[in-house]
């Protein structure tokens, strides 16, 4: 097998987080960010799966049937099941596009392949995505609501079901792509101020950690940044991965990221 990168497309750029169940209008859309990631991936020297967070779509039905708490309410159930059709719907959007420019994804979703305790991805099987990958197809998966052996449901974080994929199939490289030019030393949206961080590792991730945190216009059931960061980082010392945080909304960014030929301003680089 080659090198595998998980990539993870941030749910705040491939949708408009204004407007719930609405895709991004542009200048950065599914259809752009696939065109780049395919024509880095038709390069040859990588293989490649995709995690594609929910943003307007899956946040909104999460937020209002209180999904993070699991069976808690009467109407939780209902709950979990719209916001899982929910996630999937942007995923249907995710495939017909990558359809209609003829790109060989294939979708698989974490309720049908993981069962999580207590919010945490314990068990669960990826031959099947691993046997996708070795045949040339391009893998998706997608923030979830999953059965729960404690809390009955739970929300799998994009971030998480990657995570879980990652001990499974070792990648070489993990890449989130946000819409911030990696991580900064307090939220670049409140702070202009606020200095570009090139390198975390086991020296500075406490002082990173600190500094992370949520915007406050973000509709987000998943945690923000802080818990990206932690989940990433975690997942590069479990696995000995290379995790990378990137602007995605940069053109070009995304392409020069798997090419590994991108601007170090624009992205930070974990190592744990
Ligand atoms: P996505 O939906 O792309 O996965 P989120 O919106 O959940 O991403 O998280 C990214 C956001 O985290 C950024 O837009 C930024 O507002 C916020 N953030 C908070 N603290 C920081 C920080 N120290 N460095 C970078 N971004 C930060």
């Not at 719907?89 to 392949?113: H, K, M, T, V």
């Not at 305790?117 to 045949?135: M, P, Q």
């Amino acid at each position: 097998m080659r090198d595998l990168y998980l990539l993870k497309i941030g749910g705040s750029v491939i949708t408009d987080l204004s407007k719930p169940n609405t895709v991004a209008s542009g200048p950065v859309t599914i259809g752009t960010l696939l065109e780049e990631a395919y024509e880095a991936y038709s390069s040859g020297g990588f293989d490649l799966i995709i995690g594609h967070g929910s943003g307007s779509f899956g946040h909104v039905a999460a937020a209002q049937y209180k999904v993070n708490e699991g069976l808690a309410y009467p109407n939780s159930k209902l709950g979990a099941l719209i916001t899982h059709m929910t996630a999937k719907q942007l995923n249907d959007i995710f495939i017909s596009e990558g359809i209609r420019l003829e790109i060989p994804l294939y979708p698989f979703s974490p309720a049908n392949f993981s069962l999580a305790d207590n919010g945490e991805l314990g068990a669960g099987f990826c031959d099947h995505i691993a046997g996708a990958v070795e045949k040339g197809f391009i893998p998706v998966v997608y923030g979830d609501v999953i059965m729960d052996k404690s809390k009955g449901v739970s929300i799998a974080s994009t971030e998480k079901v990657l995570d879980f994929i990652a001990k499974e199939i070792k990648p070489k490289k993990v890449l989130y792509g946000s819409d911030t030019d990696g991580v900064f030393t307090a939220n670049p949206k409140e702070h202009p101020d606020a200095k570009h961080i090139d390198v975390i590792d086991s020296a500075n991730i406490g002082s990173a950690l600190e500094n992370t945190g949520v915007s406050n216009a973000r509709v987000d059931v998943t945690g923000g940044m802080k818990t990206k960061l932690a989940r990433l980082y975690e997942t590069c010392k479990r696995t000995g991965a290379e995790g990378y945080i990137f602007n995605i909304t940069r053109p070009g960014m995304l392409k020069a990221m798997l090419l590994g030929t991108a601007n170090p301003e624009f992205y930070t680089l974990v190592k744990a």
